[in-house]
DNA sequence: GCAAATGTCGCCGTTTGA
DNA sequence: CGGATCAAACGGCGACAT
């Protein structure tokens, strides 16, 4: 199997991004993008725009993304709003606008498929593309690319081209904004084993904090450890996967389209709510979560049949409960019976700071369900009668 | 008195079917 | 009739990602 050419290609603080096409009178200052109401820019009369400070915000949300000059600020995405203001009280602060930023998602997406169609979608603001049979240098080639994208969109991005995803993720991100790295498996231990393992896509905080207390702090320790202390530390599957991932190995193939497994809505309230005090309040907000998922389900064109809540208490831990229906829906009704069952399930003694409700077990609305064997009397050796 | 929303996957203990 | 067994399914949950 010879080697595969893999890109991966990440788009450029893309929600911010977005923000300054249409305010390009933001460019060059720090920006942060936050959910909810964050202010709406407000035009005058004379056609300038106030838009809301860091600095006036009151709230519990975090900051989805910044520009790379509030970035120079200390901010950063999934930082709390609070927090962000007083690092930096006067950059300018957004709500976000997921329909904006799917729109322009799409436009990228689709001026990529034209130079190479062999695309695996990796959420809204990135993608890898499978090489392999693309005629071109692949320098070249990240060149085509980001030009095309910059024409469908006025948005920059950074391509990382390597032989597998695991190395094009780590590269795509290491010149960031509007860069290109190509590397080759030669290449690993001078450009990847210097790396800070949490670089790699599958070691998260935990990981990487039990690997530190190893003295495993670069991909290259890593890469020097054997297969069997890893397994022993990490268990057989996630030790063998640590060590391949250290010597840049991964298999993993480029998937061009794939199915939903699960649907769900949640909401962190304004102020704790507890379940009795509030009872109507958390039930109405409840009652509104299943209708928002059953819209969901049904505008995608999905039935699902296992209803899942979650909910966080205001330690924030977190808890989950969830039942299989007797034949999958997309009703809100009977999703909000279902989801009341589930709740009964979980202790309510102490105040909730988030609700959320899933469905999960998808098949396609449309195909009528090819009737489930039902005839448990006729198979049941276990009673001789 | 704080840290969003949405989704995937893997592990593990328990239940169930055979 | 009861016990033992094994695999699949289920349910809870943590880790990780964007």
């Known amino acids: ?58 709230g519990r949300g975090v900051l989805t993304t910044a520009t790379y000059e509030a970035r120079a600020l200390g901010i950063h995405s999934g930082m709390g709003t609070m927090k962000a203001a007083q690092l930096a009280p006067e950059a ?19 001026a990529v498929a034209a130079i190479a169609p062999r695309i695996e979608d990796r959420g809204i603001d990135e993608i890898y593309i499978d090489l392999t049979d693309v005629e071109g ?37 290491l010149r960031k904004p509007d860069g290109i790295t190509i590397l080759g498996r030669d ?23 039990k690997l530190a207390a190893l003295g495993i702090h670069t991909i290259g320790e890593l890469a020097a450890r054997e297969r069997d202390f890893l397994v022993a530390q990490f268990g057989r599957g996630y030790g063998a996967w640590l060590h391949d991932a250290a010597q840049g190995s991964d298999e993993r193939p480029v998937v061009t389209s794939s199915e939903p497994k699960s649907i769900s809505r949640e909401t ?10 509030d009872r109507a309040e958390l039930g109405a907000i409840f009652t509104a979560l299943c209708e928002r998922v059953a819209g969901d389900l049904q505008r995608k064109g999905y039935v699902g049949r296992k209803v ?19 034949a999958p829906t997309d009703d809100a009704a009977t999703i909000r019976r279902a989801a009341g069952e589930c709740l009964k399930r979980v202790p309510l003694d102490r105040r909730l700071r988030l609700l959320g409700v899933r469905l999960s077990a998808l098949s396609r609305a449309g195909a009528r369900e090819e009737r489930q064997e039902v005839s448990p009397q006729a198979e049941l050796p276990l009673d001789p009668a």
């Open 1 to 58: 199997m010879p080697d595969r050419r893999i890109a991966h290609l990440d788009m450029d603080a893309f929600y911010a991004s977005v923000e300054l096409l249409r305010y390009p009178e933001l460019r060059g200052l720090p920006v942060a993008i936050g959910g909810r109401r964050a202010g709406q820019p407000e035009t005058l009369p004379d056609g300038t725009r106030r838009f809301a400070r860091l600095k006036d915000y009151v």
């Open 92 to 110: 300018i602060l957004l709500p976000v606008d997921f329909d904006a930023y799917r729109h322009y998602s799409r436009l990228f997406k689709a």
């Open 137 to 173: 240098d692949s320098l070249d080639l990240a060149r085509r690319i980001k030009a095309a994208v910059f024409a469908a969109t006025g948005l920059t991005c950074s391509i990382g081209i390597t032989p597998n995803k695991l190395l094009s993720k780590i590269c795509s991100d």
């Open 187 to 209: 290449e690993i231990p001078a450009r990847i084993w210097p790396l800070p393992v949490r670089k790699i896509n599958g070691i998260g905080p935990k990981a990487g904090e």
């Open 268 to 277: 962190t309230f304004e102020r704790d709510l507890h379940p009795r005090q």
């Open 308 to 326: 899942g809540i979650k909910l966080r208490y205001d330690d924030f831990r977190t808890v989950t409960r969830d039942a299989r229906l007797p």
